[in-house]
């Protein structure tokens, strides 16, 4: 029969991995709960034209990656590529644009068709979050502290560079866009394929180009600076005092742009160098136009998300949950009695196994290296006096024990 493997892009989370996983998970909770945030969960699928129309028609999500099929009652369904659009599209669903502001975050699968590499997968999982009311460049400043402390909490606050840019308002960003377009058009010949089709469409996106021949045109290009009106620039200054408030260190970066067609004034990036060449592990920025895109008014929102898997890359290793009692019944007799004695230790709240297979020897052999702290050993002598033998793994000594006052003992016994 045939072997079979997962997709390509795919991986199976197990053992360490699946460790790792969750303690990126478990700890961005943590963090999130501490700045007064709680979790929403939408659907892994939706209607195509609610990533279509918010992702831009020319980003390569829209283009190139999306899972896109049409359903038996022939409607066209898209796999959540990405957390944000599928947010907006719940709070207008479900009518909260009167209840703000709303601060959630989320966390699941993502699918996008790319090319599989390190760290980056066609099913991955993204943990973000989202501030949809965002009323002041204070509470950009805000949630990027969030960032920040939830980057720190897994040990990664020496290995991470903050790097910070600002898109403007929408008149200062259509200024720029028409100075690079005649920039482009001058050395239109020059460009890649990808950003000839994005010329016209989003030129803004070829800066955000990886292809040699479009980053050589990049130094002479008109810089967004120039366009900056006075709205702008005083956003900008608000988001980098505020920032500063938080006691969040950055660096100014004029070439991020993001992949996505819906920010607006506020981008940024974590960086680290740490997973070959620099990556990026957490990125977002500000975005006024998405909920009016999903029917709901205009609102102001800022928002972030990192990849999971990037991430638990990073982090050291978790130690691998043991169970803090070893039951070790001799016969069909005993057996049966562990099954009564571990439901009573279970209820009590300690971890429990059970162990049957293979001679003593081996199954002590792998309590120890378990790491349990306490074997009971159970007989037919045993059972016939109603006790069991309590060994201390640590110290090795060993007392006989009333099964009644098994969960006591055990109790004191982790207490101390």
């Known amino acids: 029969m045939a072997r079979f493997q997962p997709p390509r892009g795919t991986k199976d989370l197990l053992g360490e991995d699946m460790r790792r996983h969750q303690k990126v998970t478990g700890m961005g909770k943590t963090i999130f709960h501490r700045y ?7 659907p892994i699928f939706e209607d195509t034209h609610v990533f279509a129309r918010s992702l831009g028609e020319s980003s390569d999500v829209v283009s190139k990656e999306m899972y896109s099929f049409e359903d038996r009652g022939g409607e066209s ?27 959630i975050f989320y966390t699941g699968p993502m699918f996008r068709y790319e090319r599989p590499q390190k760290g980056r997968f066609r099913q991955f999982h993204q943990i973000g979050a989202e501030l949809i009311g965002a009323e002041s460049p204070f509470r950009d400043a805000e949630i990027i502290a969030m960032a920040r402390d939830f980057l720190v909490a897994l040990g990664l606050g020496d290995d991470l560079r903050l790097e910070l840019n600002t898109l403007g308002d929408k008149a200062s960003r259509m200024a720029w866009r028409e100075a690079l377009v ?31 021949q479009d980053r050589a045109l990049l130094a002479d290009a008109p810089a967004f600076d120039d366009y900056l009106n006075d709205e702008s620039r005083t956003f900008w200054g608000e988001l980098k005092a505020a920032l500063e408030a938080f006691g969040v260190a950055f660096v100014e970066n004029p070439r991020i742009v993001r992949g996505l067609d819906y920010y607006s004034h506020t981008v940024f990036e974590f960086v680290t160098d740490k997973l070959g060449a620099q990556g990026t592990v957490l990125a977002g920025g500000r975005y006024e136009g ?21 991430l638990a890359a990073l982090i050291e290793a978790p130690v691998a949950d043991v169970s ?24 009590s709240g300690l971890s ?9 020897k081996k199954r002590m052999d792998r309590i120890v290296q378990s790491g349990a702290s306490h074997a009971l050993f159970l007989g ?37």
């Open 290 to 310: 998405l909920v009016e895109e999903m029917g709901g008014p205009a609102v102001p929102c800022i928002g972030w998300a990192a990849g999971v898997e990037r």
């Open 36 to 42: 007064g945030f709680s979790q929403w969960a939408t």
């Open 77 to 103: 369904l898209t796999l959540r590529p990405e957390g944000t659009a599928g947010v907006a599209r719940a709070l207008v669903s479900n009518s909260l644009t009167q209840a703000l502001p709303q601060k």
């Open 380 to 416: 037919d002598d045993d059972l016939a006096r109603d006790v069991v033998q309590l060994r201390h793994l640590a110290s090795r000594e060993q007392e006989e024990v009333p099964v009644a006052d098994i969960v006591s003992v055990l109790e004191r016994a982790r207490a101390s």
């Open 352 to 360: 429990v196994s059970i162990e049957t297979r293979g001679n003593m």
């Open 182 to 212: 005649a920039y482009f058009r001058q050395h239109e010949d020059r460009l890649s394929e990808d950003s000839r089709s994005r010329l016209e469409i989003n030129p803004l996106r070829i800066l955000d180009s990886k292809a040699e």
């Open 324 to 347: 803090d009692v070893a039951i070790l019944p001799m016969g069909d007799a005993a057996l049966l009695k562990a099954a009564s004695i571990s439901r009573s230790l279970r209820d």
